[in-house]
């Protein structure tokens, strides 16, 4: 069932700086680790289960879990490059089902109930192609905002909602080789400290702030997927977080890159324009690629 909630929750969660590791763009040639797993089980839904598609037949489904936001850029108009709203949010899967496409839609509103934002491409619904059980994934963006009478208009608040998703059983994922990596120890350690979606572990390595207004990010980040096969990039995006660990913000990068979910492990790079809250604590920002499984019928 759809869920509309007010970005003002926050939950305070560990998070610890990782120093600088690796740069620039995933290598076309990474290959999986050892043992690598297939995708997700995906079984055909009935009639039943797509006529009440966004609610698995456990009861539970998708909640909004924390979400938070920051206007940046000065209130006068004309509308410039800074005059944004920076928006944050975590979905998690409460069910027994994996969800698959769900949308997550902000709605920015002023102190009237009015939409704050420009309609443009960017307030287009953010896609995450899959969350696994009980997997929290977040998903960001960033909105220009409108001007009436020589001013900006101020946001009051807004809304995170999540909805459109369709569900199938999740069967546990079974490796093609049995033996452990040399490096398996560190793994585990490495990706206990990162983020996951659809069981893509990306791990952020640093934010660089950058722009003469200090707003513009740069995010690199190392992903792991543990699948055999590549699966499909539909963007990356990027939480942000002050030092208590609340949502400041967010920002999306819908680049699609041929070689952004490949198997294995391998270095990310992303450039957020005008979306780096002052606020934010740069050792505290969340990554998630977005990837979508090769069997996707959609893509």
Known sequence: ????????????????????????????????????????????????????????????????????????????????????????????????????????????????????????????????????????????????????????????RVNATVSGATWTATATATATATANTPDATRDAAVDAAATTAGGITTRHLETRRHGTDQIDATVTYEVHSPYCQKWTSVGTSAVFRDEAGTVVGGGFDPTVSPSACLPGRHPGSTLLPSSLPPAAADTRTEVYQHCAPPDDPQQ
């Not at 496409?101 to 420009?118: I, K, M, P, Q, Y």
């Not at 899959?130 to 001013?151: A, Y």
């Open 1 to 156: 069932m759809p869920l509309s909630v007010v970005v003002f929750a926050a939950v305070v969660t560990a998070g610890a700086a990782v120093a600088l590791q690796m740069r620039g763009q995933p290598d076309a040639t990474a290959t999986p680790t050892a043992p690598c797993v297939g995708p997700p089980d995906r079984a055909t839904p009935s009639a039943a289960e797509e006529a009440t598609a966004t609610v698995p037949p456990d009861g539970n489904g998708l909640d909004v879990v924390e979400s938070g936001f920051t206007q940046l850029g000065s209130s006068s108009a004309p509308i410039t490059r800074n005059s944004m709203v920076s928006i944050g949010a975590v979905v998690a899967n409460t069910s027994t089902y994996t969800a698959h496409r769900a949308l997550v839609t902000f709605n920015v509103l002023d102190s009237a109930g009015e939409s704050a934002v420009l309609t443009t491409i960017l307030d287009q619904p953010r896609e995450i192609p899959v969350i696994l059980p009980g997997e929290r994934v977040g998903v960001g963006g960033q909105f220009w905002i409108r001007s009436e009478d020589g001013q900006r208009v101020e946001v009051a």
